[in-house]
């Protein structure tokens, strides 16, 4: 494994190579700062993912309740030779959001790519993936890059000239993000990919109440755990003082806003330090932590025509629970 600078990144087949642009802990601090002061306190979910977070995610997607994973696994799993034939051999996968790159590995025996590149905020998680992944694929030149969304990648990339640019996003990732700021991520994919280029991503499609509210609301308590693990993890990275026996975890589905909210809420009046600020909560005031879009197929179509896509083919499962679409030009 090299840990390579830009100027020096340069994949080869059985090569792993690393780039950090994780933001540091003093963006982080104001970022906090800056949703815990809106009217409605917020805290953004990417700070879910440290080591912690990253397991417990894994956990969840491990639940009978939550069907995400599991399904969009499935359809990658039984529409392979499919997919893999509209993109075609050779081409260079940026996977955002990669976790333990697991779902690419249901692709590559029939895509067979010639370099696969893996966005991810969760560093130690990431560097563990990509390195078995280049292990076990000897042919395959792997880039891990540890950021959040955010990240310049584009500048940072230094893909074969040839190669047909295909952004993989799996995992309905794309419904934690604000209808807008999902339409602004499609349309820099598709910058990214340029014209003969193509977008891979998994959606969870809308389905009845009861299903969604299981799904964030695990027995097991896998999703409170993970909700909660963010006050945690603001406890020991920013010396912040939260007693995590005065919040519970709420997950609800919104249904004017088609998303599931996620929240954690203040059991009592109390005041919580962070560095050098104080922030009051009321008894029943919540964090907002976490939104997850579900979309139509018809209502996605829209919003990747609307993000400059010429084209989209959508698979799905028989109860269509989840839909994995590929965005052409
Ligand atoms: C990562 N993301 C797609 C998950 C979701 O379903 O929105 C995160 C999650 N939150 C609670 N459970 C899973």
Known sequence: MKFGARAALQPEPGNL???D?????ESILQEVCDGLSQAQKQLPPKLFYDRRGAALFAAICGTQAYYPTRTENAILDWRGVEIAREIGPGSAIIEFGAGKIEKVRLLLPSLRPAVYAALDISRDQLVRASDRLALDYPWLA??????????RLESELSLPARARRVVFFPGSTIGNFEPEQAEAFLRRARALVGGTGGMLIGVDLQKPVQILDLAYNDPEGYTAAFNLNLLARLNRELSADFD?????????YNVARSRIEMHLRSARA???RIGSRIFSFAAGETIHTENSYKYTPAGFGHMARAAGFQGSRMWTDPQRLFGVFFLYN
């Open 17 to 19: 190579w690393v780039v």
């Open 270 to 272: 109390q005041r919580v």
């Open 142 to 151: 792997v880039i891990a890059v540890i950021g959040d969304y955010g990240s």
């Open 21 to 25: 642009l994780a933001p540091d802990t």
């Open 244 to 252: 995590l026996r005065a919040f519970e975890h709420q997950a609800f």
